[in-house]
């Protein structure tokens, strides 16, 4: 059984979890408020992240920032994320193809990641933002990940995930959820319409790796309005093939058996 995690450390990664795009400079009374935590306590853990370098404070608002630590992480985290290295190429391909916004995600935990994105060159269209996380019973990306992961490993998952809805189209019964991913499974691409954004539409194939698991996920994601049927039969095509091409360049031999259920 692993250890719990230290209270000091919990308080600090809480702090950190604070910094997002939209909020990237804060100052103490804002990360108490985000943390319950005291002004005084929150006052005195972000001075030391600054002192080691994972904060920036500016000198003139006092407000703190993400410091260089974190990029220094950010850029081993993402030598080592093959799969991105590999996928941008094939994901410029697809993006001149569909002028749709085209993401990439792995699965950390039972999340994915969006660790890849091109931008839709429409004037309308969907932001996949880069780090954002996402619940994986939501959207065709996260639904290709349940699809293909080892049966015991996808019940483990469901078994501890709440099926919230995130609108008035997100799965919430575990069994249509099932009949959804065996569906999947077969057709071998997921479709999402309004799932976790209600405007909203996705197409997501899965990408393996050399052992024959689904290590990532792709998607093309805009506007519902511009997602028909023809489209999506259209994508679902354009996509199977990008990833069957990043699969085989990731080690992922198509005759060999993957290890579904």
């Given at each position: 059984m692993s250890a719990e995690p230290s209270p000091i450390l919990q308080r600090a990664f809480a702090i950190l979890d604070c910094f997002t795009q939209d909020a990237p400079e804060l100052g103490v009374r804002e990360v108490a408020r985000l943390t319950g935590l005291s002004s005084s306590a929150a006052g005195r853990i972000l001075a030391s992240l600054k002192d080691l370098?994972?904060?920036?404070?500016?000198?003139?608002?006092?407000?703190?920032?993400?410091?260089?630590?974190?990029?220094?992480?950010?850029?081993?985290?993402?030598?080592v994320l093959d799969v991105r290295s590999v996928a941008i190429g094939p994901m410029q391909e697809l993006q001149r193809r569909t002028r749709e916004t085209i993401s990439l995600y792995i699965m950390e935990g039972g999340e994915r990641v969006c660790v890849e994105r091109l931008e839709s060159t429409e004037n309308v269209r969907i932001v996949a933002r880069i780090g954002r996380r996402l619940p994986l019973y939501a959207g065709s990306a996260g639904k290709v990940f349940l699809a293909f992961l080892p049966a015991a490993r996808r019940d483990e998952i469901l078994d501890r995930t709440e099926l919230r809805p995130l609108t008035e189209r997100t799965f919430i019964n575990r069994d249509a959820l099932l009949?959804?991913?065996?569906?999947?499974?077969?057709?071998?691409?997921?479709?999402?319409?309004?799932?976790?954004?209600?405007?909203?539409?996705?197409?997501?194939?899965?990408?393996?790796?050399?052992?024959?698991?689904?290590?990532?996920?792709?998607?093309?994601?805009?506007?519902?309005?511009?997602?028909?049927?023809?489209?999506?039969?259209?994508?679902?095509?354009?996509?199977?093939?990008?990833?069957?091409?990043?699969?085989?360049?990731?080690?992922?031999?198509?005759?060999?058996?993957?290890?579904?259920?």
């Open positions: 370098g994972v904060l920036h404070q500016n000198p003139d608002t006092r407000t703190y920032a993400l410091g260089s630590r974190v990029l220094t992480w950010a850029g081993i985290y993402s030598a009949a959804e991913l065996q569906k999947i499974r077969q057709q071998g691409y997921a479709v999402s319409c309004g799932e976790w954004i209600l405007e909203a539409s996705g197409v997501a194939a899965p990408i393996f790796d050399s052992a024959g698991q689904v290590c990532a996920a792709l998607t093309i994601s805009g506007p519902t309005q511009r997602f028909t049927l023809d489209t999506i039969t259209r994508y679902a095509n354009e996509i199977q093939n990008i990833a069957a091409d990043i699969s085989q360049q990731m080690g992922y031999n198509p005759r060999s058996k993957r290890n579904l259920p």
